[in-house]
């Protein structure tokens, strides 16, 4: 069976200063992994996948995440945070067919001044 | 952005009453998806579609059935709609499995 845990429910960061999401992740299958992010009232938007490859993907605005199956973690990062990140972000686990998605339950990530 | 639209964007309706939601795409993918975004719960995956009336459950199947007859639109209904029901519906679509999905826009429903 398939779980995900979103290890923060909520992160605050002054802008500027490094990001880090975690996200730790149940498979019984070489997972598909992802992150979306999703900005107040509007839908989801994919940030990056790790789909076997390299286990440091790169994705959109400046953010990674690292693939490290020994810890079966997919925590998102960024150096410097920016104002326009504050959101909420969802990791999200699939199996090698992809139907069965699960998200976690979000974190929502606070930008300070 | 993908070329995904939901109507209608916002319904409120009464308890027992049947509601029908469609997603539409642009994109020819074949993937279609239904999920439901309740606080506390990320996103569940109501039903999904692998092709035209190929279709299957998802994690919280009770209660909603879908159709797909054409490629570009899938439609999720509530029979009989519950105040449980109340939610944001998003629809997604992907072109195969393992790529990642786009979202609608979300509909806003609510069951008085």
């Known amino acids: 069976a398939q779980s995900v845990t979103q290890l923060d429910s909520h992160v605050s960061v002054s802008e500027g200063t490094p990001v880090l999401l975690r996200c730790n992740y149940s498979?019984?299958?070489?997972?598909?992994l992802f992150w979306y992010v999703q900005h107040p009232n509007k839908g989801l938007q994919l940030l990056l996948k790790?789909?076997?490859?390299?286990?440091l993907v790169k994705g959109i605005n400046g953010f990674e995440a690292e693939f490290k199956k020994s810890e079966t973690s997919f925590h998102l990062t960024k150096p410097s945070a920016h104002m326009s990140d504050a959101a909420e972000y969802f990791c999200?686990?699939?199996?090698?067919?992809?139907?069965?998605?699960?998200f976690g339950a979000g974190t929502r990530l606070f930008v300070k001044a | 952005d993908a070329g995904i639209t939901q109507s209608p964007r916002h319904k409120v309706t009464e308890t027992g009453t049947p509601v029908t939601l469609r997603c539409h795409q642009t994109?020819?993918?074949?993937?279609m998806y239904w999920y439901r975004q309740d606080p506390g719960h990320g996103l569940r995956l109501i039903h999904y579609?692998?092709?035209?009336?190929?279709?299957d459950k998802g994690e919280v199947s009770d209660g909603y059935s879908v159709s797909r007859s054409k490629t570009e639109d899938f439609l999720l209904t509530l029979e009989s709609a519950t105040s449980s029901q109340t939610s944001v519906y998003f629809c997604?679509?992907?072109?195969?499995?393992?790529?990642?999905?786009?979202f609608g826009p979300g509909t806003r429903l609510t069951v008085l």
């Open positions: 790790y789909t076997s490859a390299a286990t």
């Open positions: 997604a679509i992907s072109e195969d499995t393992y790529s990642g999905q786009f």
């Open positions: 999200v686990v699939s199996d090698t067919g992809g139907f069965k998605t699960i």
């Open positions: 994109e020819n993918h074949r993937y």
């Open positions: 498979s019984s299958y070489s997972p598909s």
């Open positions: 579609s692998y092709g035209v009336k190929d279709t």
